[in-house]
């Protein structure tokens, strides 16, 4: 089970930051477009419409950002366990 449900974690000016999106992420590009836009670099597209402009990570960097990690978030199983 996919949730598209993502962790990024980066730095701004030094600083960690992180977030939980839900999209879709194929790779660092998109990582680093989504920490600009949790940065306030880069305006948040509008739901299910393409970002205005992507921000690259030599852009990122330039504002500040760092150290961009991403990985898919845990999957819970709420599934009851009787003993």
């Known amino acids: 089970?996919?949730?598209?449900?993502?962790?990024?974690?980066?730095?701004?000016h030094g600083e960690s930051k992180s977030f939980i999106i839900?999209?879709?992420?194929r790779?660092?590009?998109d990582a680093w477009h989504w920490a600009s836009c949790d940065a306030g670099?880069?305006?948040i597209p509008k739901p299910g419409r393409?970002?205005?402009?992507?921000v690259t990570k030599?852009?990122?960097?330039?504002?500040?950002l760092s150290d961009v990690r991403w990985r898919e978030?845990?999957?819970l199983d709420w599934t009851e366990v009787t003993t």
Request: proline share 11%; glycine share 2%.
């Open 41 to 43: 670099v880069a305006p």
């Open 58 to 64: 030599p852009q990122a960097e330039k504002y500040g």
């Open 22 to 25: 839900r999209t879709k992420i």
């Open 73 to 75: 978030s845990a999957i």
């Open 50 to 54: 393409p970002p205005l402009k992507v």
């Open 27 to 29: 790779s660092n590009a």
């Open 1 to 12: 089970m996919n949730t598209d449900l993502y962790i990024i974690e980066y730095k701004l």
